[in-house]
């Protein structure tokens, strides 16, 4: 097995396990602040994995700048549906409310919203890697 490949093995388990870990979480009615933060990164580890399956070369680890790559290549190219950009954005944007602003409420119905997105773009993800 190439390097390539195991970063990429590597990063699509890691976004599998984690959205595992937020349905169980959802399941188990932890917090759902934690439940959003691993229905999140279930997604940014899913883009990072299309990143190495598509040779996207990435020069940053900002959130921000791994969202504006993934838009550039995958959504104004026309590889994927803006649709997937616009969640990513939403959970990007809920994720850091929910980490970082001070008395942000955050309910089941939020969580559970975040959960089924994540379900969505890693599909749309495995989908658009079996293109490549």
Same mark, same amino acid.
């Given at each position: 097995? %190439?390097? !390539?490949?195991?970063?990429?093995?590597?990063? #699509?388990?890691?976004?599998?396990?984690?959205?595992?870990? $937020?349905? &169980?979480?959802?399941?188990?009615?932890?917090?759902?602040?934690?439940?959003?933060?691993?229905?999140?990164?279930?997604?940014?580890?899913?883009?990072?994995?299309?990143?190495?399956?598509?040779?996207? %070369?990435? !020069?940053?680890?900002?959130?921000?700048?791994? #969202?504006?790559?993934?838009?550039?290549?995958?959504?104004? $190219?026309? &590889?994927?549906?803006?649709?997937?950009?616009?969640?990513?954005?939403?959970?990007?944007?809920?994720?850091?409310?929910?980490?970082?602003?001070?008395?942000?409420?955050?309910?089941?119905?939020?969580?559970?919203?975040?959960?089924?997105?994540?379900?969505?773009?890693?599909?749309?993800?495995?989908?658009?890697?079996?293109?490549?």
């Amino acid at each position: 097995m %190439t390097d !390539k490949q195991t970063l990429f093995s590597y990063r #699509i388990r890691q976004a599998e396990e984690t959205l595992l870990d $937020a349905e &169980k979480m959802f399941q188990d009615n932890l917090s759902p602040r934690s439940i959003i933060n691993r229905a999140y990164y279930a997604m940014f580890y899913a883009v990072l994995a299309l990143f190495i399956s598509w040779d996207v %070369t990435v !020069k940053t680890s900002k959130h921000t700048g791994i #969202i504006s790559i993934f838009d550039k290549e995958f959504v104004h $190219a026309g &590889k994927i549906d803006k649709y997937y950009s616009k969640i990513l954005h939403r959970m990007f944007d809920v994720r850091q409310e929910g980490d970082y602003r001070e008395l942000v409420e955050l309910s089941r119905d939020d969580a559970a919203q975040c959960v089924e997105h994540a379900k969505t773009f890693l599909n749309a993800v495995k989908e658009l890697i079996a293109k490549s």
